[in-house]
């Protein structure tokens, strides 16, 4: 197919507003930022119902204080902070506060199936009061990478279904990681704070199998590879492992790093109660900071130290199947790699990179998010030409996931011109397999990974006849140094 006719003038390409989506995103939230919206909540609402493609929402570094609810009927939504630390969620509602019940108490619901969230913070900031809960999780299939859970009691109450943590950090002090769902927290950080005793408090776990010894085994909450940490005012030996809050309940440790906090028996009972004859309760290979196995011969005695053959159990295919399906979460985590070889040319940045059309790019400047671009390009039109600017790019995968940011690209003072100073364009056709110019020029013509595939100097049309199918990015610059870039599909 030939490329589309049509006839445009361009200045130098430019945005609308500084946070241009270029398809990237299909919403942004910002406090500050023009054409975005203000809460997280407003954006979710207007999210379409029951989508089965991944929604992304990109949400820029703030403070949004505000109860915030993704309603069941939103799926496939992908929730994409600016930075862990910089994007915080928080409100401050908890148990007995004016009829708010614990499972009310939550800053964050998540009730949407196959959410993906990346990147940010919920937090309730209600402290040491009653039970107040960060997020409830209650959709199945969710994923959260790099995210940050913060509360004192109940923190995060994994209600219902599956969720997979992977890289988080939970805070709390009683009881602040609890529930009925199955939920692996992998590579995670579990910090507890002054004032409590309890990690965990598991409830009757809802998905369970036999294994192959015939005795049941419960798919409730595991620690993997984590790291179970404390503030330096805890107390040495302050810190249960946990304490089974319902019967028929689970929480395992399997290749745990655990602080000297943790009491030497593990593990406590539900005071009143004998919800810990029920379920299961235990660790693998626990180790100290140091490395070494930690010396678990005064566990309590309905505590289990799982051997090695079960280990398996609680590979993640096996421990999140349901009725026979199963659920790889894995996959849903991968980041593209970094862009690189970034240069800065009049006020276009552009870059290499190789990933699949349909995903895009975050560019950043002096640690701020600027924009994103669907291409390997971007007009920067709000650049400062007072001060140094320091470039990063980082890659969108196809939910939301960013990569690591490419190498710094400085651009001094010196080496930009001021807007003012460069005149209007040139004109640029388009028709079938011809690209002409109304004077001559000098064009690059790029694939969608960056690389340059054709190349003619002081001409005043090219050909595309010999490239095979796909997306191409044309540069063209005449003689006084302007410049247009322009996306094509052939």
């Known amino acids: 197919m030939g490329l589309q006719m049509n006839r445009i003038t361009l200045m130098i390409v430019s945005f609308t507003s500084v946070l241009c989506k270029a398809q990237v995103f299909d919403m942004v939230v910002s406090a500050y930022y023009p054409d975005a919206y203000t809460s997280l909540q407003s954006a979710i609402n207007h999210i379409p119902d029951y989508s089965t493609e991944p929604y992304r929402v990109f949400i820029t570094n703030g403070i949004y204080n505000e109860k915030v609810q993704l309603p069941a009927s939103k799926t496939n939504v992908c929730l994409i902070g600016e930075s862990a630390d910089g994007v915080i969620i928080t409100y401050n509602d908890y148990s007995g506060k004016d009829g708010v019940t614990t499972a009310t108490s939550y800053t964050f619901l998540a009730e949407g199936a196959d959410l993906y969230a990346e990147n940010i913070t919920f ?17 199945d299939r969710q994923v959260f990478r790099n995210c940050r859970f913060i509360g004192f009691q109940d923190t995060y109450y994994a209600h219902k279904n599956r969720q997979y943590n992977l890289n988080c950090h939970v805070e709390g002090a009683t009881d602040f990681i609890f529930g009925d769902a199955t939920a692996v927290f992998d590579s995670c950080t579990i910090n507890c704070v002054k004032g409590g005793q309890y990690i ?56 745990c790093i655990l602080d000297d906090h943790i009491r030497p028996a593990g593990w406590s009972v539900w005071s009143g109660t004998d919800n810990h004859l029920s379920g299961f309760y235990g660790e693998f290979q626990s180790r100290s900071e140091g490395g070494e196995l930690i010396d678990t011969i005064s566990r309590v005695a309905w505590s289990h ?138 064009v690059t013509i790029y694939n969608i990974a960056g690389i340059p595939v054709l190349q003619q100097k002081h001409t005043y049309g090219v050909s595309l006849s010999d490239l095979q199918k796909g997306v191409y990015i044309i540069k063209a610059e005449n003689d006084s140094g302007q410049k247009i870039l322009q996306k094509i599909s052939r």
């Open 123 to 139: 937090q309730n900031s209600a402290g040491n009061i009653a039970q107040a809960v960060a997020i409830r999780t209650t959709g």
């Open 305 to 442: 130290q799982i051997i090695t053959e079960d280990t398996a159990y609680y590979a993640l295919r096996y421990f999140f199947r349901k009725q026979d399906f199963e659920w790889d979460p894995v996959p849903k985590t991968i980041a593209f790699n970094a862009p690189s070889n970034l240069s800065f040319d009049g006020n276009q940045l552009v870059w290499q990179a190789d990933v699949p059309e349909g995903t895009g790019f975050v560019v950043i400047r002096n640690d701020s998010v600027i924009g994103f671009s669907d291409t390997t390009f971007f007009n920067d039109s709000t650049v400062d030409f007072l001060r140094t600017s320091i470039y990063k790019v980082k890659s969108v995968a196809t939910y939301g996931n960013l990569s690591m940011p490419s190498e710094e690209f400085v651009v001094a003072t010196s080496a930009v011109r001021k807007m003012n100073d460069i005149r209007p364009s040139f004109l640029i056709h388009l028709r079938d397999d011809m690209i002409s110019f109304s004077e001559a020029v000098i």
């Open 200 to 255: 965990t408090a598991p409830s009757d776990t809802k998905l369970t199998s036999v294994k192959t010894d015939g005795t049941t085994f419960y798919h409730g909450l595991q620690f993997r590879r984590s790291w179970i940490t404390c503030n330096d005012d805890v107390s040495a030996a302050g810190y249960y492992l946990g304490r089974p809050w319902q019967p028929n309940a689970s929480a395992v440790y399997i290749s």
